[in-house]
């Protein structure tokens, strides 16, 4: 447990984080991981729900963000500690309407370093419905000059969603390889398809410097031209290159299956391999989540994984087999 009143990290006494869930992690320029979180909750926190009638006292904050500078996954992930708004208590980097239908939260979906800044995508939710199905308003990039503390909305960055809410870029990973930040996209909820798009480094806040995989080549234009790279149904991406398999992993939250799984590919478009499971929701009830720790290695995969009824994230670690048919987490 790397959240909660008894994780190792103690989150509840120290910094005021009883509940929360995702735990998207990226490095930063000097290698420490940055874990953003998404809907946080404090002491007085009555369990999932009990928020909306009483954001107050349930000390709603729709995102945070924890440091650690641990790169040895294989012992779990002591945080150095949660960027602050005042001693012990996490602060809210992106503030939220907390209004059902209008805006009901701000959940990140990705995060890159480029040159020192840190950059977060993240999804503004406009309503949740039955569970793995909601709307969002437009997905949005914020980024941060001083280590996470205050963070930058750049409208200009956002993507409104659609009248029918089936934009492909709503909820975005992001990875970054060869001068390239790769941005992967889904559309609201978990039963749609992933896309691909891709800016240079230095332009990923204009819109307009971004290609679309089509199918065949990448091309300029509006995010519409995109093809699937996997169909749906997928949830909660996570994607990065691995330098020591030489090869891509993706990872995502496969709701009809109640599975987490990963899949390999030697280009960020595909194809992609059969999707292993890594952990599944016989074993860990209400699971979902499913964000790959940037120092695993090889066939040593770790990952944030969250459990609804708990709703607090765990570092898990499954082995790729040789085979690469099947994987367990444990």
Same mark, same amino acid.
């Given at each position: ?40 909750? @404090?002491?007085?926190?009555? @369990? ?30 002591? %945080? ?14 992106? $503030? ?58 750049? $409208?200009?960055?956002?993507? $409104? ?8 870029? &709503? ?7 060869? @001068?390239?930040?790769? +941005? ?8 749609? +398809? ?7 480094? &230095? ?17 300029? @234009? +509006? ?31 496969? &709701? ?34 499913? %964000? ?39």
């Amino acid at each position: 447990m790397l959240t909660g009143a008894e994780s190792l990290n103690a989150t509840e006494a120290r910094y005021q984080v009883k509940g929360t869930d995702l735990g998207i992690m990226w490095t930063d320029e000097r290698g420490q991981v940055l874990a953003a979180f998404g809907d946080t909750f @404090g002491s007085g926190w009555a @369990g999932p729900g009990s928020e909306v009638s009483d954001p107050a006292a349930s000390d709603w904050r729709s995102n945070t963000l924890a440091r650690s500078s641990d790169h040895n996954p294989a012992d779990g992930m002591p %945080f150095t500690d949660f960027v602050t708004d005042r001693p012990g208590h996490a602060k809210e980097l992106l $503030p939220s309407l907390k209004q059902d239908n209008v805006e009901i939260t701000k959940i990140p979906t990705g995060g890159v370093n480029v040159g020192g800044r840190n950059y977060l995508a993240y999804m503004s939710v406009r309503h949740f419905g039955q569970p793995g199905q909601w709307t969002t308003n437009y997905s949005g990039i914020a980024y941060s000059d001083d280590n996470g503390q205050t963070w930058v909305n750049v $409208p200009g960055a956002g993507r $409104p969603n659609t009248p029918e809410f089936d934009d492909k870029f &709503q909820m975005i990973a992001f990875a970054r390889r060869d @001068g390239f930040i790769y +941005a992967f996209g889904t559309p609201n909820g978990r039963s749609g +398809a992933a896309y691909a798009a891709r800016v240079p480094e &230095q332009r990923l806040l204009d819109l307009s410097a971004y290609e679309y995989w089509t199918g065949t080549a990448w091309q300029r @234009g +509006a995010s519409a031209i995109a093809a699937p790279i996997i169909a749906g149904p997928v949830g909660e991406l996570s994607v990065r290159y691995d330098q020591t398999l030489h090869s891509w992993e993706m990872m995502y939250f496969d &709701q009809p299956r109640g599975a987490i799984v990963v899949r390999l590919a030697q280009q960020p478009t595909g194809p992609w391999s059969n999707p292993m499971p890594v952990a599944s929701s016989e074993q860990y009830p209400t699971l979902y989540g499913g %964000f790959i720790d940037p120092y695993s290695h090889g066939s040593d995969i770790y990952f944030t994984m969250t459990q609804y009824d708990r709703y607090n994230v765990s570092l898990m670690h499954a082995t790729l087999p040789a085979s690469q048919n099947n994987a367990r987490a444990h």
